[in-house]
């Protein structure tokens, strides 16, 4: 019989903060949106607590870095047929890759005292 979810979706195991866990499948063509959306729109009983107000401020996390709405599971080259395990966070805000601004704080944040001009006045 196999596994018990066809071999060209993705099962997606999603994990909450709280450490919750619901496995969700999904297709190659489907975005990061559209699973916040969908998990949105089919929360699930079991993490009732953890509602959010709008399925907007879902975010998903693969590998250590947040997914952006527009980018597809395909996209990422997730094995079909297989699960794949992503974090689902709550966060208003994501810093946008093509916003000068973001980059900058976030440079100078990580990167900490590595310009030229490093004295204390």
């Known amino acids: 019989m196999g596994s018990r979810f066809p071999t060209d979706k993705i099962n997606l195991r999603l994990i909450l903060v709280t450490g919750k866990t619901k496995e969700f499948i999904f297709s190659p063509n489907d975005s990061a949106a559209d699973i916040a959306q969908y998990v949105f729109d089919n929360w699930p009983q079991e993490w009732a607590e953890e509602g959010v107000s709008k399925a907007e401020i879902l975010r998903l996390i693969y590998q250590g870095r947040f997914l952006h709405g527009n980018v597809t599971l395909g996209a ?6 297989r699960t794949t395990v992503m974090h689902l966070v709550p966060r208003e805000n994501l810093p946008e890759p093509n916003s000068q601004d973001q980059r900058q704080k976030s440079k100078e944040r990580s990167s900490g005292c590595c310009s030229a001009s490093c004295s204390i006045l």
Do not use: A, I
């Open 76 to 81: 990422l080259q997730l094995p079909l047929g």
